[in-house]
C-alpha cells in the first residue's frame, strides 16, 4: 500500500514518502506534512483527509512475479530432476507439483486481499 497526494496546483497525483495504516495515524505522526511538487514546485500541506491510499507498485504485478516463480521451479525441476516430470508412475507426484505451483498463487493471493483491505481501510475513515 502506498500512500498518494494530489498537487493543489498542477492536480498530478504524488506518492507520498511516509507511512500509516490509517488517516488518524497520517495526521498523529505527519500533522502539517509539505510536500514540494516535482513537477510545478509548489509546496503543498498535506492534510490526512486528502491523503489517498493505493495499491503499491509490487502489488500490481505480483501474480506476474508468481508466474515467473513457478517458471523458475519449473525449470530447476526439468533440469534437476527431469524423470521426476517424465515419468508417470505416481499420482501423489501430481499433487506435490500441483500444490508447489499453486503455491505462489495463493501467496500472491493473500498478498493481494490484504493490501486490498488495508487500503479500504485507509480510504474509509477520515479525521
Ligand atoms: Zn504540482
Do not use: W
Amino acid at each position: 500500500m502506498i500512500l498518494t497526494y494530489e498537487c493543489r496546483n498542477c492536480l498530478k497525483i504524488f506518492k507520498l514518502g511516509v507511512k500509516a495504516c490509517d488517516r488518524g495515524e497520517l495526521d498523529q505522526y505527519h500533522n502539517g506534512l509539505k510536500e514540494s511538487c516535482s513537477n510545478c514546485s509548489y509546496e503543498n500541506e498535506i492534510f490526512a483527509n486528502e491523503v489517498k491510499a493505493e495499491r503499491s507498485f509490487y502489488t500490481k504485478y505480483v501474480f506476474l512475479i508468481a508466474l515467473l516463480i513457478d517458471i523458475v521451479i519449473f525449470i530447476l525441476a526439468y533440469r534437476n530432476f527431469p524423470e521426476s516430470i517424465i515419468t508417470r508412475n505416481s499420482g501423489r507426484q501430481y499433487i506435490v507439483f500441483a500444490f508447489i505451483f499453486i503455491f505462489p498463487f495463493i501467496m500472491s493471493g493473500l498478498i493481494v486481499r490484504n493490501e486490498d483491505k488495508a487500503i479500504r481501510n485507509f480510504n474509509r475513515y477520515y479525521v
